[in-house]
Nanobody, 113 residues
């Protein structure tokens, strides 16, 4: 059974940093492009970033230059380093396989003073 477990969220002040992790199981992690998607209260899902099997990363304009996606295929883990956080980054963050549209339970990120 495929499973994705996100962690690392929390409450942080504007300008702060967090690193999210997503541990995958039940499928061959290294075979898939992986993505982070977020959903703020009352809004639809917003794509944040993707990383392909070669390690090439793409980012939404809203996070470019502040967020960094990475993967460790030896640990079946996807990461999202988030720096210079803004209140508008507040959302539940989900990881998933880009082509499969699956996702985990999410991890809450709240940016507030």
């Amino acid at each position: 059974e495929e499973q994705l477990v996100e962690s690392g969220g929390g409450l942080v002040q504007p300008g702060g940093s967090l690193r999210l992790s997503c541990v995958a199981s039940g499928f061959t992690f290294s075979f898939y492009t992986m993505s982070w998607v977020r959903q703020a209260p009352g809004k639809g899902p917003e794509w944040v970033s993707s990383i392909d099997i070669s390690g090439r990363a793409t980012y939404a304009n809203s996070v470019k230059g502040r967020f960094t996606i990475a993967r460790d295929n030896t640990k079946n883990t996807l990461y999202l380093q988030m720096n210079s956080l803004k209140p508008e980054d507040t959302a539940v963050y989900y990881c998933g396989r880009t082509t499969e549209g699956d996702r985990g339970q999410g991890t809450q990120v709240t940016v507030s003073s």
